[in-house]
């Protein structure tokens, strides 16, 4: 009896057991395809490898992010990942270019000024009517300030830029011959006029190398942990060691265009960005490539720039011109 009682015990002990290694055995070998499977389901399986390759790249990417943001960084390889940025970001906008509309270094000095604290579109959409209107220093010095005002209110601050572009104006017919002088020096003595306005109009007119510093730059350059300044003019210091000179209005209009269309201020599209590789900020925003994809915006996003009359390069690259004020915007 007791060896019976063995043999049983044994027994109920192994049949559970050879029946998880055959489960397991089953479930180790491969899955035949179900007969029928199509040719689109196979290509949709296909595909979903791909997403998941290219989501694991990201993800690599972004571990080599989080590593450079756990460990100190030096000042010289924060200098050559600043520099390996710039030339990526060369290759995403080698059109980059400055988004207001001028033909002149006076009509860039004015729709610098009015851009202040609203978008180069809604300058360009009003610059036209300014400068029929009042296309000489010495036109714009002798304006009514009441109708200036009301050419220049879809800008914003219409008073406060009244007065500025009424006070530049004087000065360069004054002091200056009606002519916009080609120096820092004087440029700044303009009212209204600051080191930022200077140096667009050096670099984009005069072909002076300049940093302009606006709220974009400064953004993405703490972003990218270049400098911890809040200041312009000290991040334009900062930034100037960085780079050779030769590439400082360039790399302006790049970084700038990379803030105002991925690296934006509120939902960075942290999953679109071409150089989340190299960013310690990475995370940021938004990390799923599909949902980031959404919140591209210009021609990154299939949408119109921000000048009417843009360079031929944009338009080359898919670009599309804005719309005059008060039209529709085709493709938005």
């Not at 000489?136 to 009244?162: C, H, N, Q, S």
């Not at 009424?166 to 006029?193: K, Q």
């Not at 709220?215 to 780079?243: C, M, N, Q, S, Y």
């Amino acid at each position: 009896m007791a060896v019976s009682e063995s043999v049983e015990s044994v027994e109920a002990v192994s049949k559970p057991r050879k029946a998880a290694a055959k489960t397991a055995s089953a479930a180790a070998k491969p899955k035949k395809p179900k007969s029928g499977t199509t040719d689109t389901e196979a290509a949709g399986t296909k595909a979903a490898g791909a997403k998941k390759a290219a989501g694991a790249k990201k993800a690599t990417g972004a571990k080599k992010a989080a590593g450079r943001a756990a460990k100190p960084e030096s000042h010289l390889t924060m200098v050559r990942r600043a520099r390996k940025i710039n030339r990526a970001l060369a290759e995403v906008y080698p059109y980059a270019h400055p988004e207001l509309d001028f033909e002149d270094p006076f009509q860039l000095l004015v729709a610098t000024v009015l851009s202040a604290q609203t978008t180069d579109l809604r300058v360009n959409q009003t610059t036209p009517a300014l400068f029929k209107a009042y296309p000489t220093p010495e036109d714009m010095a002798a304006a009514v300030p009441e109708e200036l005002e009301e050419i220049i209110r879809p800008t914003g601050f219409f008073r406060a830029k009244a007065r500025s572009l009424l006070g530049l104006s004087a000065a360069l017919r004054d002091n200056f011959g009606g002519e916009v002088p080609g120096r820092i020096e004087d440029l700044v003595t303009l009212p209204g006029v600051g080191r930022k306005t200077a140096n667009v109009v050096l670099g984009n007119y005069f072909g002076v190398p300049g940093i302009t510093v606006d709220t974009h730059f400064g953004r993405l350059v703490r972003r990218w942990k270049w400098t911890d300044e809040e200041d312009p003019v000290k991040v334009e210091a900062v930034v100037a060691e960085i780079f050779p000179k030769s590439e400082w209005t360039m790399l302006s209009h790049r970084v700038v265009f990379h803030g105002r269309r991925i690296c934006h201020s509120r939902k960075p599209a942290c999953g679109a960005c071409p150089i989340a590789a190299l960013c310690p900020s990475y995370g940021l925003g938004e990390t799923d490539p599909e949902k980031a994809e959404k919140l591209l915006k210009y021609e990154k996003g299939g949408y119109p720039g921000q000048r009417l009359k843009p360079p031929q390069s944009f338009l080359d690259a898919g670009g599309k011109p804005a719309p005059p004020m008060g039209a529709a915007p085709a493709g938005m």
